[in-house]
């Protein structure tokens, strides 16, 4: 009897494994990733790409590879500033992205010679819009689930 309940715990234990898996791979982060370039195009290795998310001021960076190519995951759904940095180039600021559950993002970045200290400010206030994937997805609150089930009594 106790090789009957051994390999019931087994089995539980696989089953729970598996769910937890998928569970995780549900998850609700974010992606940016972009090339970093000159004025003339050239990519920019080295680059420094900095996202701060403005509601609790987390701040993730990403180092542009051999390409100028930079990504940064795990970002979590919310209101961002961009800036983009690298020695001998002006700095580049953009406030107002907005990142959704699961966004693939691709934001390019080009930089201008001139000093670190002068900082070009790019507008976000325009929707970003996914490029890289076919799907869609948000958040909605429990609040609003309710909502409109009121609305559809």
Same mark, same amino acid.
């Given at each position: 009897?106790?090789?009957?309940?051994?390999? &019931?715990?087994?089995? +539980?234990?696989?089953? &729970?494994?598996?769910?937890?898996?998928?569970?995780?791979? !549900?998850?609700?982060?974010?992606?940016?990733?972009?090339?970093?370039?000159?004025?003339?195009?050239?990519?920019? #290795?080295?680059?420094?790409?900095?996202?701060?998310?403005?509601?609790?001021?987390?701040?993730?960076?990403?180092?542009?590879?051999?390409?100028?190519?930079?990504?940064?995951?795990? +970002? +979590? #759904?919310?209101?961002?500033?961009?800036?983009?940095?690298?020695?001998?180039?002006?700095?580049? *600021?953009?406030?107002?992205?907005?990142?959704?559950?699961?966004?693939?993002?691709?934001?390019?970045?080009? +930089?201008?010679?001139?000093? *670190?200290?002068?900082?070009?400010? =790019?507008?976000?206030?325009? !929707? =970003?819009?996914?490029?890289?994937? #076919?799907?869609?997805? !948000?958040?909605?609150?429990?609040? !609003? =689930?309710?909502?409109? *089930?009121?609305?559809?009594?």
């Amino acid at each position: 009897m106790f090789v009957g309940k051994s390999k &019931l715990f087994t089995a +539980l234990l696989l089953l &729970l494994l598996c769910v937890s898996a998928s569970l995780h791979a !549900q998850g609700t982060a974010a992606t940016v990733s972009g090339v970093v370039t000159d004025s003339s195009g050239a990519q920019l #290795p080295g680059a420094t790409v900095t996202f701060t998310n403005i509601g609790t001021n987390l701040v993730s960076t990403a180092t542009a590879n051999s390409a100028g190519v930079y990504r940064i995951s795990g +970002l +979590l #759904p919310g209101a961002y500033r961009a800036s983009v940095t690298m020695t001998g180039f002006k700095t580049v *600021a953009r406030e107002g992205i907005e990142l959704h559950t699961e966004d693939n993002v691709t934001l390019n970045y080009g +930089l201008d010679i001139g000093a *670190a200290s002068e900082v070009v400010n =790019v507008d976000a206030s325009s !929707q =970003v819009l996914e490029t890289t994937s #076919p799907t869609a997805s !948000q958040v909605i609150e429990g609040r !609003q =689930v309710e909502d409109l *089930a009121t609305e559809r009594s």
